[in-house]
């Protein structure tokens, strides 16, 4: 051990309660760092988990980031005359040539593709019409990109391929116009077509305007109900790594032509509340960890204070300027990896205690525990900047310590 540590450790010793103190505040604000990130983080990895789980990671609809340029834009540029209020030809529209964009898509690396024609229609049943939107899936292909089969509480999604005329609709739905599996329904759609469905299927999600407002149907029974033939509006993608869904929507936009929204697009308000969430965190549970280390400022003030004639001493003995800072650096220092390491075993405590909670907020069916963040990262973030915030404490006084005068000290003059 140096002379400096020795002397160091020394003086935090001979005031015992204040160094104890110091410890505590630094230890609490680590153990507090640690609780408050870990049940932030925790939530939200658990928010963005649900979010990945229960929408596609990457949507192609059947339009285009920018509209096409209009031919006498492209062969007289620039020009003084323009074209208005021309109205575009009627086309079908859809995905073209979506099957063959499919097997390019497919033999992309960890991508799995399925088509979705999705439209307006109308169930009529006793009366009651309600309008849904109809999404005509291909059964076997669905279930590798979405978790709707999951979803489904009574009858399953191959249902729709034995039974070309089924339907698949939320059980508020059925609630809210008295229907039961294996009933028949009317469904009419925008160009005029009628035809009578059976429910096949009840499928309940939790959210309210899906579970009232959805609909599934063969793909090829959506086509013909749409007039659409050979047509999709939408291709749901779902990644092995969901988090390179935006790089992945870039090549495959550059390559189709039509639009493609990853999650991290269609979510970025979301994600930039919980940006600002995180911003505040990390401010709230880092001010506890620099109002500790005013106990550490105030504890080794006070020795200097204390102990001018002993610098003074130290300096004539041949001590430099820089041995002495480096003495209460090394207070500091011990003060902050010692408050560090036992706040880390009073938060990982925290946590545990944290994680076992479970309770049951009105209108839901089951207990809900809190979500825990328990990556090592966190630890090491707390640990660092307590210890950080420790030795800056101790540089002022230290700074001043090393610049006490030996002659003024032992004169007396000081």
């Known amino acids: 051990m140096s002379l400096t540590l020795k002397i160091a450790v020394t003086h935090l010793l001979s005031r015992r309660r204040q160094t104890l103190m110091s410890l505590l505040g630094v230890m609490l604000g680590v153990a507090f760092f640690m609780a408050v990130s870990s049940l932030m983080r925790g939530s939200e990895q658990d928010f963005i988990s649900r979010l990945i789980d229960s929408e596609p990671h990457i949507t192609i609809s059947d339009e285009f980031r920018n509209p096409p340029e209009q031919p006498a834009a492209r062969e007289y540029p620039g020009a003084a005359v323009a074209i208005s209020n021309v109205k575009p ?9 979506y099957k063959q964009k499919m097997d390019w898509i497919a033999r992309l690396p960890g991508v799995r593709v399925a088509p979705v024609l999705s439209g307006q229609i109308i169930l009529t049943y006793a009366g009651k019409d309600e309008g849904v ?10 279930t590798g990109v979405s978790d709707i089969e999951d979803k489904i509480v009574a009858g399953s999604l191959e249902e729709l391929s034995a039974n070309p005329n089924g339907i698949i609709i939320g059980r508020a739905l059925a609630k809210k116009l008295n229907l039961k599996m294996g009933d028949n329904l009317t469904v009419s759609s925008p160009v005029g077509l009628i035809r009578t469905m059976k429910i096949v299927g009840l499928f309940e999600t939790g959210v309210s305007a899906v579970d009232e407002g959805q609909a599934y149907v063969l793909l090829k029974r959506a086509q013909t109900l749409l007039n659409r033939p050979d047509r999709a509006n939408l291709l749901v993608i779902q990644l092995d790594d969901p988090y390179a869904a935006r790089a992945v929507a870039a090549r495959i936009e550059k390559r189709i032509g039509y639009r493609s929204k990853s999650w991290q697009e269609a979510s970025e308000n979301l994600m930039s509340v919980l940006l600002v969430r995180n911003i505040i965190m990390y401010s709230v549970v880092s001010a506890i960890l620099v109002v500790a280390s005013f106990g550490i400022y105030n504890i080794i003030s006070t020795v200097v204070m204390e102990k001018r004639r002993d610098i003074a001493i130290l300096k004539s003995m041949g001590f430099t300027a820089r041995d002495i800072r480096r003495v209460f650096l090394w207070e500091g220092t011990i003060i902050g990896a010692l408050g560090s390491l036992s706040g880390v075993s009073v938060g990982l405590l925290l946590m545990a205690v944290l994680n076992s909670l479970s309770f049951e907020p009105p209108g839901f069916t089951g207990a809900i525990n809190l979500p825990i963040y328990w990556g090592l990262d966190q630890v090491l973030m707390a640990c660092a900047f307590a210890t950080a915030s420790a030795m800056g404490a101790a540089y002022f006084p230290a700074r001043k310590a090393g610049m006490v005068h030996p002659v003024d000290i032992l004169r007396g003059q000081a």
């Open 133 to 142: 939107l109809m999404n005509g899936v291909v059964p076997e292909m669905m």
């Open 89 to 97: 030809k009627t086309d079908v529209r859809g995905i073209r040539g």
